[in-house]
T-cell receptor, first 108, second 111 residues
Framework: GQQVQQSPASLVLQEGENAELQCNFS?????MQWFYQRPGGSLVSLFY???GTKHSGRLTSTTVIKERRSSLHISSSQTTDSGTYLC??????????FGKGTSLTVIP | GPKVLQIPSHQIIDMGQMVTLNCDPV?????FYWYKQILGQQMEFLVN????????KSKLFKDQFSVERPDGSYFTLKIQPTALEDSAVYFC?????????FGAGTRLSVL
């Protein structure tokens, strides 16, 4: 079955608004990674975050293992943040499963 | 950052032909992966590979698929014969210490 559930499926924001993206998983966790997929298809790694909170510029990732969830917070969104955000779960060792992604559109 | 290179970026072939997708992983990485993504859909795991062997494969990794990495050359995904439903973007990835790095993908169009 689906091990990784992402929500919302899509999100439209006005530039400057904040976004909260969720990733819930149904199995145990070895690691969790967040990616940004550009409209052209290439992927950029945002965070490797198996537990706790990490920050990178306007992005914050929080993974709570006991609650089997990870979140990605985008503050002060910009039009260049538009794209698809994917989370990938590593339930075992060196095998990664993706959620269906959140499609983010930031309008000026 | 570390780069995974994929060649070619786009391949168009007729149904039934063989195709080989090439990947040059990050040089010190030991684990290699292929993922398939149909336009607008989910990134689906196909196979992972370590120390010259397939470690795990999904239901999508049909009998017509094979992977190899002969002596440090390209990590390849071969499809023989191809079918219409094989049309997708195929992403190669490599990893070390739980962090995945992706190539830009090869868009395969089967006609």
């Amino acid at each position: 079955g689906q091990q990784v559930q992402q929500s919302p499926a899509s999100l439209v924001l006005q530039e400057g608004e904040n976004a909260e993206l969720q990733c819930n998983f149904s199995t145990s966790l070895n690691s969790m990674q967040w990616f940004y997929q550009r409209p052209g298809g290439s992927l950029v790694s945002l965070f490797y975050n198996p537990s706790g909170t990490k920050h990178s510029g306007r992005l914050t990732s929080t993974t709570v293992i006991k609650e089997r969830r990870s979140s990605l917070h985008i503050s002060s969104s910009q039009t260049t943040d538009s794209g698809t955000y994917l989370c990938a779960l590593e339930p075992g060792y060196q095998n990664f499963y993706f959620g269906k992604g959140t499609s983010l559109t930031v309008i000026p | 950052g570390p780069k995974v290179l994929q060649i070619p970026s786009h391949q168009i072939i007729d149904m039934g032909q063989m195709v080989t997708l090439n990947c040059d992983p990050v040089s010190n990485h030991l684990y290699f992966y292929w993922y398939k993504q149909i336009l607008g859909q989910q990134m689906e795991f196909l196979v992972n590979f370590y120390n010259g062997k397939v470690m795990e494969k999904s239901k999508l990794f049909k009998d017509q698929f094979s992977v190899e990495r002969p002596d440090g050359s390209y990590f390849t995904l071969k499809i023989q014969p191809t079918a219409l439903e094989d049309s997708a973007v195929y992403f190669c990835a490599s990893s070390t210490q739980n962090t995945l790095y992706f190539g830009a993908g090869t868009r395969l169009s089967v006609l």
